[in-house]
């Protein structure tokens, strides 16, 4: 019973949440809103880009690591 009431505040809360964020969209027309979709849709695929990219070095400097790991070594240089 306690997390019925915990998950009801929350699912309240978030309502709440829900209409006060919407509020910002209130003024806006048509258009606006979907220059801002569009913005939207263009941040996210940058941001999954970054991922990828960020996966792809992930998986590279592993392979680096298993197969030659004296790559990744520094040399010092005497003086």
């Known amino acids: 019973m306690k997390d ?3 998950c009801s505040r929350q699912l309240h809360f978030l309502g709440e949440a829900t209409v ?3 509020a910002q969209y209130q ?3 048509n258009m606006e809103l979907i220059s801002l979709l569009l913005q ?3 941040d996210m695929q940058k941001q ?3 991922r990828d990219l960020e996966d792809y070095i992930d998986n590279l400097l592993l392979r680096i690591i298993e197969q030659t790991p004296t790559l990744l070594q520094v040399r010092t240089r005497h003086k």
Do not use: P
């Open 48 to 50: 999954q880009a970054v």
């Open 4 to 6: 019925f009431h915990r």
């Open 40 to 42: 939207q849709e263009m």
């Open 20 to 22: 006060d964020n919407s």
């Open 27 to 29: 003024h806006l027309t």
